[in-house]
């Protein structure tokens, strides 16, 4: 996605000061969004569609009950090991299996296909295998975050390994293979191991989600599945938010990062 | 040393060229990259049939894989499991898929022709999959019931983001001189749009539908899955819970191949379709 066709149409009105103008433009689709919710719980039964306020109110009520507040903090716990490990184990088998064209080739399809299949349908193998403690829902956030992030560190480093400029540039510097690949090729896959780690860190948390969804013994998956049979509607609104809230602030600091170091790495930050 | 010298050096003394500049080797252990991947699926294969026929792992937990394919099988050729689990999963899948592709592509074109709208929507349109969509469906279903409806809603509003962000993509792509050579045949907007515009943008369309199947297929199963009281992905969990460990190891077995095959055949319609070499 690329931001900076946009600057022509500025030209045509007096444009707000910079600043103001980026925080106007980021408000903007939040703003439209509660706007049309509260429209909705208006128009609707409020006792089927809970608006805004209601739902803020009981987010901030749940945030102080403490059983919600030891769930919160399990589920944290969980994403921050499975998340840990997706990124380290995929970007390291990523890395590796990038780096020979002939190995590249005969793994992609089959990782390929393991990612294309619905991880839902092997959780009942993780309960067989592994019961319905900690380590399945680790394993299951872990399974759904590895492959994407495997996935993406494979391709871009397999199309660095191919470039002619950097395999002629160690060449004639007479390097070894062992340091083209330490000085050369793993800073230059940084900025795609980064974006990697972004999109990684989506699917892990789905994964620990659903799996805590499953299993209803503990985390924010099991709260809100809980709600569903009391038919708390304002609750699971305000959980919803909470959920994306919690998504979005390590999606950000996590695109923050990507952006400066690729701005370092090229110049300018690509795709 | 040029890379000229270096090349040339190639043809005449291979040991001093290093190896990572030599064209990698199409065949290890006599067999190619695409034998090898063969032999690996099937290794994986007979790992399973040896395991629990050796009894390493019990019955009650794996079965032999010849065993699951005469699982499979045998639901195949039950009439219940098609009206109650596969039919309705595919159809759900299949409508998702096509809302999703359709309604994504013209939302794409819209967003991406107005500026304001497009800037402000940009953020939130790459952060989407940071947020699990899925928490949505205990409000859906809280709302609306178990029903067919939800499930599809919710898969809709997964799969969508990304056609509409790999369509902007694509609209992105098309240069100014595919425009300029537009208006110098003097085609109306009409024409520009639909033999110009739109399939210069395929290729990237293609990689947002491609996405769009893979998620319509996850959020369907995991929708029934979760809650629900048909479809394949019920009829799984359903198994497990009854320990119909022959039915559980039998549905799953589908859904691996449906997966696969759907990746495959849009993978394959990809590199076909496309006009700029493979996308991957």
Redesign the interface.
């Known amino acids: 996605?690329?931001?900076p066709?946009?600057e022509?149409?500025s030209s045509r009105r007096p444009s707000l000061p910079g600043a103001l103008r980026t925080v106007v433009?980021?408000a903007?689709?939040p703003a439209v969004l509660i706007l049309a919710w509260a429209a909705t719980a208006a128009l609707v039964d409020s006792s089927?569609?809970a608006g805004p306020w209601d739902s803020t109110q009981q987010m901030a009520d749940i945030l102080t009950s403490s059983r919600y507040q030891e769930s919160l903090l399990d589920t944290v716990q969980v994403l921050a090991v499975s998340y840990a490990l997706a990124v380290g184990v995929g970007g390291l088998i990523g890395f590796a299996l990038g780096l020979?064209?002939?190995?590249n080739?005969?793994?992609s399809?089959?990782i390929?296909?393991f990612y294309?299949?619905?991880?839902?349908?092997?959780?009942?193998?993780f309960?067989?295998?592994l019961g319905l403690g900690v380590l399945t829902r680790t394993s299951f956030a872990f399974v759904h975050g590895v492959f994407p992030v495997m996935i993406v560190v494979m391709?871009a480093t397999a199309n660095l390994?191919l470039d002619?400029i950097y395999?002629?540039l160690?060449?004639?510097l007479?390097?070894?293979?062992g340091r083209?690949v330490r000085t050369i090729l793993l800073p230059a896959v940084l900025p795609s191991f980064l974006t990697a780690a972004?999109?990684g860190?989506?699917?892990t948390?789905?994964g620990l989600?659903?799996a805590e969804?499953?299993i209803g013994n503990g985390g924010l998956g099991e709260e809100?599945?809980r709600?569903?049979h009391l038919?708390?509607?304002d609750r699971?609104?305000g959980?919803?938010v909470l959920?994306?809230l919690l998504?979005?602030i390590?999606?950000?600091l996590l695109?923050l990062l990507e952006v400066r170091v690729t701005r370092r790495m090229q110049g300018d930050v690509r795709g | 040393?040029?890379?000229a010298d270096?090349l040339r050096e190639r043809d005449t003394q291979r040991s001093t060229?290093?190896?990572?500049?030599r064209s990698?080797?199409r065949r290890?252990a006599t067999l190619s990259?695409?034998a090898?991947?063969f032999a690996?699926?099937l290794g994986v294969v007979v790992l399973v049939e040896l395991v629990a026929r050796l009894g390493l792992v019990a019955r009650t937990?794996?079965l032999p894989f010849t065993e699951m394919a005469a699982a499979s099988l045998r639901l195949l050729t039950d009439g219940s499991f098609y009206d109650d689990a596969l039919v309705p999963s595919l159809v759900a899948i299949i409508v998702s898929f096509i809302l999703s592709s359709a309604l994504g592509v013209v939302l794409g074109y819209a967003i991406w022709r107005v500026?304001?709208v497009?800037?402000?929507?940009?953020?939130?349109?790459?952060?989407y999959?940071?947020?699990?969509?899925?928490?949505?469906y205990?409000?859906l279903?809280?709302?609306w019931g178990t029903g067919r409806g939800p499930i599809v809603l919710l898969a809709t509003t997964f799969s969508i983001v990304a056609v509409i962000?790999n369509s902007?993509?694509g609209y992105?792509s098309v240069p100014a001189v595919v425009r300029k050579l537009g208006q110098s045949l003097k085609v109306t907007e009409r024409q520009y749009f639909f033999k110009f515009f739109l399939p210069y943008a395929v290729p990237y369309i293609l990689v947002g539908l491609r996405l769009a199947a893979?998620y319509s297929?996850?959020s369907v199963?995991?929708a029934e899955?979760?809650?629900s009281d048909q479809g394949i992905?019920f009829f799984?969990?359903n198994?497990?819970t009854r320990f119909a460990i022959a039915d559980?190891y039998g549905?799953?077995l589908i859904?691996?191949v449906i997966?696969?095959a759907?990746?495959?055949l849009i993978?394959w319609m990809v590199n076909r379709l496309t006009w700029m070499g493979s996308l991957?």
């Open positions: 996605v690329s931001a066709t946009a022509v149409t433009l980021l903007a689709t089927l569609v020979s064209p002939f190995w080739r005969a793994f399809p089959l390929q296909g294309s299949i619905p991880k839902v349908t092997l959780f009942p193998l309960l067989v295998f391709a390994r002619p395999l002629k160690a060449a004639s007479r390097m070894s293979y083209l972004r999109l860190f989506g699917v948390f789905l989600l659903l969804m499953l809100l599945v709600n569903i038919v708390r509607i699971i609104l959980q919803v959920i994306g998504a979005l390590p999606n950000a695109r | 040393v040029t890379p270096v060229i290093p190896g990572y500049l990698p080797p290890v990259a695409t090898w991947t690996m699926g937990t794996l500026t304001g497009r800037r402000a929507l940009d953020p939130y349109l790459t952060a999959y940071a947020v699990p969509t899925f928490a949505l205990p409000l279903v809280a709302m962000m902007m993509n992105d893979l297929l996850l199963l995991a899955f979760l809650l992905g799984v969990s198994a497990y559980m549905g799953i859904i691996l997966a696969i759907v990746e495959r993978t991957q």
